[in-house]
């Protein structure tokens, strides 16, 4: 049913997220998943491999329906 569709989602790093402190080349996304932009603070940033993630960030992450909760649970420790 929801297979193939995309989910923009935007959630806030925590300081117990797994991702914290990792650049983002090494975090286990699945694939076609994307961050498409981090707002720290007052600014607004598109990342590369070399970006490190840092509590508090605000991640703008577009998924398929299928891989969504392994990039929550990737990023910041939700889903199942």
Known sequence: ???????????????????????LADVALPRESLIACVIR???ILVPGGDFQLQAA???????????HDRAMKVLAGEGD
């Open 1 to 23: 049913a929801d297979e193939g569709r995309r989910y923009v989602t935007e959630l806030v790093l925590n300081s117990h997220s797994p991702s914290i402190g990792k650049r």
């Open 41 to 43: 603070g007052q600014d």
């Open 57 to 67: 960030d605000r991640l703008i992450l577009i998924t398929l329906s299928e891989h």
